[in-house]
């Protein structure tokens, strides 16, 4: 069973919105970048069409397979925020792939990634020694040392 894609337009882009299809130009490439002490690269490219532009984000090898002027097809992606700005990502289910068709507009007065957008705050992570240290109970299922109760049943269990 085929499902239908829906194209979006780079102009109505959202932040944190997710399983975008679109198709795009490259603009602009940045000089790679590396990252986590060398281990892996990173490019920024500026794509865009007649509605507008935003960063994408290349890592590693697919930096070298495209060029300025080569149109791109963006499956399954989504926006990131990053330093409160929007960009647009494949990750990890989606891809990133070059084809012919020819896109020969694009508004670059109109940058989305130069629009700052609030960020949303996660929950700290919290390691197992850090828990003691923020007011965390362990867990115990009965009332004394000697006393456990059954986590699944809730019944007594003699140790």
């Not at 795009?24 to 532009?53: N, T, W």
Request: with cysteine; charged share 35%.
């Amino acid at each position: 069973m085929s499902e239908e894609v829906e194209y979006v337009k780079v102009g109505d882009l959202k932040p944190y919105l997710g399983k975008v299809y679109l198709k795009a130009k490259i603009v602009e490439m940045r000089e790679p970048r590396e990252v986590a002490r060398g281990e892996h690269r990173v490019s920024d490219v500026l794509v865009g069409d007649e509605s507008g532009c935003i960063y994408l984000t290349l890592w590693d090898n697919s930096i070298d397979e495209f060029e300025v002027g080569n149109t791109v097809h963006v499956e399954n992606g989504y926006v990131s925020v990053f330093n409160e700005s929007m960009r647009l990502t494949a990750g990890k289910y989606g891809t990133i792939t070059k084809i012919d068709e020819e896109i020969s507009e694009v508004n670059t007065e109109s940058n989305l990634s130069d629009r700052r957008v609030e960020q949303i705050t996660r929950r700290p992570y919290v390691s197992y020694d850090d828990r003691s240290d923020r007011g965390y109970r362990s867990r115990r299922y009965g009332r004394g040392r000697r006393e456990k109760r059954d986590w699944q049943t809730g019944y007594r269990k003699r140790r």
